[in-house]
């Protein structure tokens, strides 16, 4: 399984440490979360990601697929098929697709052909695409958000998305027996803990904790760093190392 977090700061070298926009690529063909989704290569490479699999409502994982949307159009039959959960599916629909902020691409089809199709995905529900299995799991962030668990014949990965200490993810992720890698958001620095918590996200310490809850032995990438608190978070991390943990570069893809 190849994963890439892209790029969402420019330029280099700020595009590979500098997160503020949260959208990974998985083996070219299906996209977890928007927010960069519109935002790399040609609008060929954007048209191989037929699924788009929506976290949570939130702008940094959503602002960029009506323009990814906008580009990797066909004009066929063979549209997108954005996976979200029924809170991700009104807000697509009353806050993007609403013929203010976009075009309603949901019911746009020029001769027949739809621009995208919104897809319902309910707590614990599977779906296989393109050679990968990806179960919903629940999370706790301050809107409804899942963190997705994807196999394929090989290999298992877990993407947590946003979230403060949680519980069913790694219930789930013990389960798995080929379990390879965790993507875990790691937001702000301990001395922001009282932040952390208010907007349900991680520190390094809760990090930490949330490592112990997995029974398995995996790379661990931290994603979703606050650029304005990267060096705090760093420092924490120098002070009270973390085995095995590294901090995600976008724009690179992981082999796992």
């Not at 609403?98 to 019911?107: F, I, L, M």
């Not at 809760?206 to 661990?220: C, G, N, P, Q, S």
């Not at 650029?227 to 995600?248: H, M």
Request: proline share 7%.
């Amino acid at each position: 399984m190849r994963v890439k977090l892209l790029p969402s700061a420019f330029p280099p070298p700020l595009s590979e440490t500098h997160q503020y926009l949260t959208t990974y690529v998985i083996n070219d063909g299906v996209a977890i979360d928007a927010g960069a989704l519109g935002l790399f290569g040609g609008h060929e490479e954007q048209a191989r990601i037929r699924h788009v699999f929506i976290t949570h409502s939130h702008a940094d994982h959503v602002a960029g697929l009506p323009v990814f949307l906008d580009t990797a159009y066909r004009g066929t039959t063979d549209c997108v098929v954005v996976h979200g959960s029924d809170a991700v599916l009104e807000s697509l629909r009353h806050d993007w697709f609403n013929g203010r902020v976009w075009p309603d691409y949901e019911r746009l089809a020029p001769n027949g052909c739809p621009f995208v199709r919104l897809s319902r995905l309910q707590p614990g529900q599977v779906v296989e695409v393109e050679g990968l299995r990806l179960t919903a799991v629940p999370v706790d962030h301050t809107v409804p958000t899942f963190g997705f668990l994807v196999e394929d014949a090989d290999t298992a990965v877990v993407f947590s998305s946003d979230t403060g200490p949680t519980s069913e993810l790694w219930e789930r992720a013990n389960r798995v027996a080929n379990l390879k890698a965790v993507f875990l958001e790691l937001s702000f620095p301990d001395e922001l803990a009282s932040v952390a918590a208010t907007s349900k996200h991680l520190t390094p310490s809760l990090f930490a904790a949330e490592m112990r809850k997995l029974r398995h032995d995996v790379r661990w990438y931290a994603v979703h760093v606050k650029p304005r608190f990267r060096e705090a978070v760093l420092a924490d991390l120098a002070s009270r190392p973390i085995p095995g943990l590294e901090l995600i570069l976008a724009g690179h893809e992981y082999d796992l």
